[in-house]
């Protein structure tokens, strides 16, 4: 709707003057001006979902210039100087101070390693959600906000204990970061006692997004390469895609499956599907193998047949 009613014509070629972004039925409309937004596009929009039995959510809805911001998806997005800047937005975390503050309120007399255990999925998971934007500072302030909650819950458990006592108890110095909310564990297996702590965010490695190609199609074979190449480098950055690469490497004796020559880190190397995700190929680990990139690009190149190695 937007596309055929939003456009102008130059030099033969259609440019548009909104552009559409969508997420479920959260969605952001850019526009030339304001006066442009308020008086065509809001309109139009409006009538669209009036057909449809929908309607626009007036607390959500905001008409605002990109140098002040807006949040989207527990993310602000904002110009600063000219320069486009997306951090997790103020309200996200607030949402998650309060969650985890609720956490600690109604868990004041459990183990510590139970309290640990109840809090770092909450903690890992908002984090991760972040780590693909400007998060680092807002993560060292979220570290601080937790550290503050448990110092709290710490001291509301022995009120009659001294200071340091109470430091000693519950937080620990490992390497040369102290004040860390750690729990001593014992291995059943080896007696061996271990600190369980709580996550981080400050140590989540930030790792930027890598946005697909506009024209890139996952069912058009001349693309094929482009997402082994994003699968690729997706596999290596989580613990379930290293598995996967480690069984690869194990089952091909750590050689490329089409020429048979070692693969080294510095040669590099790319995985490939036997049969092609173009051709109704799937992604498990049956239908994957390694080559090295100067192979996979031959094969498909050539649109050579590649088999799994014997084990």
Known sequence: MLRDRFTWITKNKLRGCVNLVRYADDFVITGRSK????HEVLPAV??????RGLELSQEKTLITHI?????????????????????PSDKSVRSLMEKIREVVRNNK?????????????????????????????????????IWQCLWRWAKRRHPRKRLPWIKNRYFHR????????????RDPESDDAKLFKIEHLSKLTIVRHAAVKGEANPYDQKWESYFEERLSLRMARSLTGRRVLLSLWISQGGKCAHC????????????????????????????????????????????????????
């Open 174 to 185: 490992i390497g040369s970061r102290d004040w860390i909310f750690a729990a001593e564990e």
């Open 46 to 51: 409006v009538a669209f979902l009036r057909e």
């Open 260 to 311: 048979g020559e070692k693969i080294t880190k510095q040669s590099g190397w790319h995985v490939h599907h036997i049969r092609w995700r173009s051709r109704g190929g799937s992604s498990s680990i049956s239908n994957l193998v390694f080559l090295h990139p100067n192979c996979h690009r031959q094969v498909h190149s050539r649109d050579l047949e590649v088999r799994k190695p014997a084990p």
């Open 109 to 145: 007399q459990v183990k510590q390693s139970t309290l640990i255990r109840l809090l770092n999925p909450i903690i890992k998971g908002w984090g991760n959600y972040h780590r693909h934007v400007v998060s680092k500072d807002t993560f060292h302030k979220v570290d601080y906000l």
């Open 35 to 38: 006066e442009f937004l308020e």
């Open 67 to 87: 140098d002040q911001g807006f949040d989207f998806l527990g993310q602000n997005i904002r110009k600063y100087g000219g320069k486009l800047l997306i951090r």
